[in-house]
């Protein structure tokens, strides 16, 4: 199972990045991809994901309306689409897979495999 992020950067507040994750080695269109990210001196916090067949991604309230989440099947690739972004969306942010699983969970520790991390710096 490989995981590779990509599109990370710099922007000011109120602007917008695309996050993709390329991946392989599973079956991404059956199976649960997320996104966690990691602010400064904080936990790893879970950003989104998208379960099975990809029909009904799930964001949590604290992204919800400025992030959208998509799998795309075609490429294997997990999209992460960012807009309004605020300083507290600082983080590195990471996909994450859980592998012949279909549903998903907040907890990073129920995802066994990972991407090495993208940053992504808000001023």
């Known amino acids: 199972v490989q995981l590779v992020e990509s599109g990370g950067g710099s922007v000011q507040a109120g602007g917008s990045l695309k996050l993709s994750c390329a991946t392989s080695?599973?079956?991404?269109?059956?199976?649960?991809v997320a996104w966690f990210r990691r602010p400064p001196g904080k936990t790893r916090e879970y950003v989104g994901w998208?379960?099975?067949?990809?029909?009904?991604?799930y964001l949590p309230s604290s992204v919800r309306g400025r992030f959208v989440t998509t799998k795309d099947k075609g490429k294997n690739t997990l999209i992460l689409q960012m807009n309004n972004l605020r300083p507290e969306d600082t983080a590195i942010y990471y996909c994450a897979a859980r592998p012949g699983w279909e549903y998903c969970y907040q907890t990073d520790y129920d995802y066994p495999n990972w991407g090495q991390g993208t940053q992504v710096t808000v001023s």
């Open positions: 080695g599973f079956d991404f269109g059956s199976d649960c």
């Open positions: 998208v379960e099975g067949d990809g029909s009904a991604p």
